[in-house]
């Protein structure tokens, strides 16, 4: 199947029970056994079926096949946000004395995350700031259990060339994880540039409507864990009867590797019980049916929005990769390589842009409460217009040098661009910058 019939019927025949043709919310916590045996048998993973919601759900489990198959993976563990979904992927592989490489170009909480939260649990990051993939190789000791980057960073937009990166990350054993959040499988897919496993924010474009939070962990199956000294892989699990999770899921099921999402769904989902609700999985499925057409349009809309923008006296930058005024020329290139192409064999890269406005925070502010159609929230990816000004939110936990380093400037305006008609969004911003 191609990603557009993917999106509709990915992981879904039909309802055996009903013959329902959508995906059923089963809103339950548990699951019958049979008798004792069957209870036994799916602890001991003899036996493949439903225990209880936090471990697994079965409309939950129509949303990982789709995502999973849109990313060309072997396995997907779906979790209650995106949030959850890096923590999980992080905690996965390094524990307390351990090291994880990541880039400062990453979504603010993901930054707090591993810049404070993890490391009073003993993980350290180094972060690196430059997009020269040699830094990345210059980062890495023996304590590394991982690199990780956003393959088009929010809110930045800065496009890394991480093929490279993903062949450094090969070359010394340890996975390199994508945050694919801002372009969906649908304009990027990870796995085609050496990606090894995939998290997600489906919060966001994935959704698509600003219903739902929700995250996804992929494994694309492209590690090989046991030429690595990532020990809750390759070592006895003592949390799971000993089992050797690189060996035992090594092409479980005839799907290829998938030893990382079990690792993920058997130990950190069943412990740490962030699990997505079935109500959650539904609304994130309704929203990936139309994914295909939302994103071509975001896109457009963001071009048109962005050269617009550009010739406005009262703007002093535009960031957009997608058309080359608003970008450098390296970075132009890498969204042609990086990303899928319009008919025009232009780059789509999301409704996702930056800009700035002269006058710095007070003329962001005044123009943010003046617009009339577009929103003002801390979100992205919904179909309606949203303007963000970072600095004063998502950002605001970060210092002066935090915010340098995350490429977050005080005038910095995130536009995330709905699927409106582009001519009544740029009206509203023009009739608001007046006001500036
Ligand atoms: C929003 C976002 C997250 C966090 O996702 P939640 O679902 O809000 O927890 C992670 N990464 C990126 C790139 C995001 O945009």
């Given at each position: ?8 019927h ?27 045996e ?11 079926g ?15 096949e ?9 396995a ?109 499988p ?19 474009y ?37 089992l ?10 005839d ?106 925070r ?8 003046n617009?009339?159609?577009?929103r ?40 995330s ?20």
């Open positions: 199947m191609k990603q557009e019939t993917i999106a509709l990915g992981g879904y025949d039909f309802d055996k029970e009903a013959n329902a043709c959508a995906v059923p919310i089963y809103q339950t916590a548990a699951y019958l056994f049979r008798d004792a069957h209870g036994a048998n799916l602890f001991a993973l003899k036996e493949e439903n225990i209880y919601t936090r471990l697994g759900n079965p409309t939950t489990s129509v949303l990982e789709r995502v999973r198959m849109l990313e060309g993976g072997t997907c563990v779906a979790v209650a946000t995106g949030q959850a979904a890096t923590t999980y992927a992080i905690m996965a592989l390094a524990s307390s004395g351990d090291e994880i490489i990541s880039s400062t170009n990453v979504y603010g909480g993901t930054y707090s995350l591993f810049s404070h939260t993890l490391k009073n649990y003993g993980i350290t990051t180094r972060f690196v700031s430059s997009t020269d993939p040699r830094e990345y190789k210059k980062s890495i000791t023996e304590k590394t259990k991982c690199i990780f980057i956003e393959s088009l960073p929010n809110p930045s937009l800065t496009i890394l060339d991480y093929k490279e990166i993903a062949k450094i990350a090969e070359e010394a054993h340890i996975p390199l994880i994508v945050d694919n959040t801002v372009p969906t649908y304009l990027h897919k990870p796995k085609d540039y050496g990606a090894h496993i995939v998290v997600h924010s489906l919060t966001k994935m959704a698509g409507h600003g219903t739902t939070l929700a995250g996804a962990i992929v494994d694309l199956g492209t590690f090989d864990w046991k030429s690595s000294n990532i020990k809750s892989m390759t070592e006895p699990d003592m949390g799971y009867h000993g050797v999770f690189a060996d035992a899921f090594e092409n479980y099921k799907m290829g590797n998938s030893a990382f999402a079990y690792k993920v769904r058997l130990d950190l989902l069943r412990d740490m019980g962030g699990a997505l609700s079935p109500m959650s999985a539904f609304l994130v499925l309704m929203g990936i049916e139309t994914l295909h057409l939302r994103m071509p349009c975001h896109s457009n809309n963001a071009k048109k929005l962005a050269s617009y923008l550009i010739k406005h006296p009262k703007i002093s930058w535009v960031n957009y990769p997608g058309i080359k005024e608003t970008t450098d020329e390296n970075t132009y290139n890498l969204a042609k390589e990086y990303f899928k192409l319009d008919e025009n064999s232009e780059p789509m890269v999301s409704g996702l842009l930056a800009f700035g406005i002269k006058g710095g007070q003329s962001g502010a005044k123009f943010i409460d617009v009339s159609i577009i003002s929230l801390v979100n992205l990816g919904d179909a309606k217009s949203i303007a963000t000004h970072p600095a004063s939110t998502t950002h605001s936990q970060l210092t002066e040098e935090e915010l340098k380093m995350s490429g977050v400037g005080e005038d910095l305006i995130r536009f661009v709905g699927i409106e008609n582009i001519d009544d969004i740029i009206e509203d911003i023009d009739n608001s910058l007046k006001k500036v």
